[in-house]
T-cell receptor, first 113, second 116 residues
Framework: GAGVSQTPSNKVTEKGKYVELRCDPISGHTALYWYRQSLGQGPEFLIYFQGTGAADDSGLPNDRFFAVRPEGSVSTLKIQRTERGDSAVYLC???????????FGPGTRLTVT | AQKVTQAQTEISVVEKEDVTLDCVYETRDTTYYLFWYKQPPSGELVFLIRRNSFDEQNEISGRYSWNFQKSTSSFNFTITASQVVDSAVYFCALSEAYGNTGKLIFGQGTTLQVKP
């Protein structure tokens, strides 16, 4: 079946602009995660959704970052007033439920100039 | 706090050699899960294995095997008879089991290069 998909695959934006990154999880997976991966590092947790609600947003670096999952399927990660330090690959993963193995999407490479 | 350490930054081997990737973890939880993921040059993380902390039995899957030792907080990964296609970055990860979100704490990764 279809895996996790993410759009766009690449996004270049200017400092100060607003961006939205989309994740479409595997059908039937209730748990959805966002991670951020900087060059040469392991992915770092940002936020976790169980269904429609953000059950754990402890990894969001500041209030410029926000994510939604209004219908319990597709999720959007929103970044306001982007900064050059936000440049990274943003990964989305889904699992049947929390604690199960997570399946990752191909990521969105965000570059803030 | 939870932490995963992969001390080997890069490993280079010649095809058909065996190679072991080390992973050491820290957690105060008595119940947790351990994972290994592969990230090939294409970039997409590929799930390899999930292990419950109560199950210390070693696992073998084809050329891959995993050695879980709770006494030393290690979960090492061995590739037997390595192949060029095994070249990738390998990540070890940890998550809590109870009352948890399932969020993964990743190590820094080990880059494996298998030369023909």
């Amino acid at each position: 079946g279809a895996g996790v998909s993410q759009t766009p695959s690449n996004k270049v934006t200017e400092k100060g602009k607003y961006v939205e990154l989309r994740c479409d999880p595997i059908s039937g997976h209730t748990a959805l995660y966002w991670y951020r991966q900087s060059l040469g590092q392991g992915p770092e947790f940002l936020i976790y959704f169980q269904g429609t609600g953000a059950a754990d947003d402890s990894g969001l670096p500041n209030d410029r970052f926000f994510a939604v999952r209004p219908e319990g399927s597709v999720s959007t990660l929103k970044i306001q007033r982007t900064e050059r330090g936000d440049s990274a690959v943003y990964l989305c993963a889904s699992s049947l439920s929390a604690g199960d193995e997570q399946y990752f999407g191909p990521g969105t490479r965000l570059t803030v100039t | 706090a939870q932490k995963v350490t992969q001390a080997q930054t890069e490993i280079s081997v010649v095809e058909k050699e065996d190679v072991t990737l080390d992973c050491v973890y820290e957690t105060r939880d008595t119940t947790y899960y351990l994972f290994w993921y592969k990230q090939p040059p294409s970039g997409e993380l590929v799930f390899l294995i999930r292990r419950n902390s109560f199950d210390e039995q070693n696992e073998i899957s084809g050329r891959y095997s995993w050695n879980f030792q709770k006494s030393t907080s290690s979960f090492n990964f061995t590739i037997t008879a390595s192949q060029v296609v095994d070249s990738a970055v390998y990540f070890c990860a940890l998550s809590e089991a109870y009352g948890n979100t399932g969020k993964l704490i990743f190590g820094q990764g080990t880059t494996l290069q298998v030369k023909p």
